[in-house]
């Protein structure tokens, strides 16, 4: 395996993933048109058109892709793009390829201009050019084809695309939180799956204090898995709610960054407004963390704002 494409197989802890459309919950909307588009170029025979997933992290995005490829019939090959170094890593990737194959690339926003620009031609001609020279040769431009292939785009950021690598995306794909309904069938899915048997209401209880994220979700199910196997017990709501608490998930599914972040803005900043840098280093956590996974589930359920002047708490405000 070249050194930068990741390993996202059942070997590698991932066998609770969906693996085909109709076993993926939730999303029903951009789903539906997804299905449309894998089933025609399914038919014709074509690939699959670019594929750009875009929304907050853990909603599914590398498990789409990989559910494109299943239901392609095509082979997956996956790069996270900050791990991109060199102009040489691409082109050996791209080569590689076969027919319609899907080439997933996660954090797609992150990727170096260099790759970006071998990425226009790849994706639009199927071809890209390579400088070959010995020596103290000047280097010659070399123009390779490649086979028609299907890139499918992950980022948490889709603002930070360039124009020209989003217009390249003939497929882009908004997801977005889960509601509880949704969230509790993929919990009972994968419990299934992991041959534990918590109750419904059990499950919609994990579900409401999921943030929308089934991979919250999922990582809460396996905690729970190991403090009913350590105490010996059965599941029952008495049990997951101890569980929940002693993970410092409180009943209205803040989890202890969300109670850091409100606390920070009340009581450090009155309030707010405040400013994005300022709250990253008031709690030690990246911008990008803040904007992309803390902030989106905050301003979704009300509890802060954006203003042009910095983040507010929504009930400092009234
Ligand atoms: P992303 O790429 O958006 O960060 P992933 O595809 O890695 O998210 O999903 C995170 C976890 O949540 C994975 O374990 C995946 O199996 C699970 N997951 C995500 N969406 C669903 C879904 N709709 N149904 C079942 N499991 C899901």
Redesign the pocket.
């Known amino acids: 395996m070249n050194d930068i494409v990741r390993d996202h197989s059942a070997a590698a802890g991932?066998d609770?993933?969906?693996t085909g459309l109709t076993d993926?919950?939730?999303?029903s909307d951009a789903l539906e048109n997804l299905s449309v588009y894998v089933r025609s170029a399914r038919r014709r025979g074509d690939p699959l058109d670019h594929v750009l997933?875009h929304?907050p992290?853990?909603?599914?995005?590398?498990?789409?892709s990989q559910i494109i490829a299943n239901e392609m019939g095509t082979g997956f090959k996956s790069v996270s793009a900050p791990a991109i170094k060199k102009p040489g890593e691409i082109a050996t990737l791209l080569v590689a390829l076969e027919r319609g194959d899907v080439l997933f690339v996660?954090e797609i926003h992150r990727l170096p201009l260099f790759v970006e620009e071998v990425l226009y031609s790849a994706m639009e001609d199927s071809k890209i050019t390579i400088l070959v020279g010995e020596g103290y040769q000047q280097p010659e431009p070399i123009e390779v084809p490649i086979q028609p292939f299907t890139l499918v785009g992950?980022t948490t950021r889709k603002g930070s695309l360039s124009q020209p690598l989003l217009d390249r995306f003939g497929i882009p794909v908004r997801?977005e939180y889960?509601d509880d309904e949704?969230l509790t069938e993929?919990l009972k899915?994968?419990a299934r799956k992991m041959g534990e048997f918590p109750g419904d209401e059990e499950c919609r209880e994990i579900a409401r204090r999921s943030r929308g994220t089934?991979?919250i979700a999922?990582r809460i199910l396996k905690r729970l898995r190991d403090f009913r196997e350590d105490a010996g017990v059965e599941y029952d709501m008495d049990f997951v709610i101890a569980c929940l608490d002693r993970l410092g998930i409180g009943p209205d599914g803040l989890d202890e960054h969300d109670t850091r972040y409100l606390d920070a803005l009340r009581d450090m900043f009155g309030g707010g407004p405040v400013g994005i840098e300022t709250m990253s280093i008031a709690l030690s956590e990246s911008r990008d963390t803040l904007e992309t996974s803390i902030e989106p589930f905050l301003i979704r359920n009300g509890l802060i704002a954006k203003t042009n002047r910095g983040r507010v708490l929504v009930d400092a405000q009234e």
């Open positions: 991932n609770l993933r969906p993926f919950t939730g999303q997933f929304g992290p853990g909603l599914g995005k590398t498990t789409l996660d992950a997801l889960y949704a993929i899915n994968a089934p991979r999922i």
